[in-house]
């Protein structure tokens, strides 16, 4: 019953965050994306800026934020090299990679620019 509940908290903290991004303007162009490489929680765009977000939900933001570990840092640098090969200005297309932490009692924190290539 632990991997439903943690299941069903992840999608509750991706739609919250969703929620978070689409109050300040942002379009939602996917959620939980995926491709042969691996997934990402949400992918949004700002002006001309694609946003791709990791949500980390735990029971504090500090062990939220120490859950991202290398292997998904490069799986999601290259899920979203391939989202970018279908945009008109392909791998030019101006991104940035946030990470949103949830906290245990739904708050949360964006790490803009979080994860650099």
């Not at 691996?38 to 939900?57: A, H, T």
């Not at 120490?66 to 999601?76: C, F, K, T, V, Y």
């Not at 008109?88 to 245990?104: I, K, S």
């Amino acid at each position: 019953m632990s991997g439903l509940t943690s299941y069903q908290g992840g999608l509750a903290a991706e739609g919250s965050v969703e929620r978070h991004y689409l109050a300040r303007a942002y379009e939602l162009v996917a959620t939980r994306w995926r491709s042969k490489a691996g997934e990402i929680d949400l992918i949004l765009r700002k002006n001309d800026v694609v946003v791709f977000v990791e949500v980390k939900k735990s029971k504090s933001i500090a062990r939220a934020a120490e859950m991202l570990n290398p292997s998904q840092i490069a799986r999601i640098y290259t899920a979203a090299q391939i989202f970018l090969e279908g945009e008109p200005d392909g791998q030019n297309t101006p991104a940035r990679f946030d990470v949103a932490l949830v906290g245990p009692s739904g708050e949360i924190e964006i790490l803009k620019n979080a994860i650099q290539p």
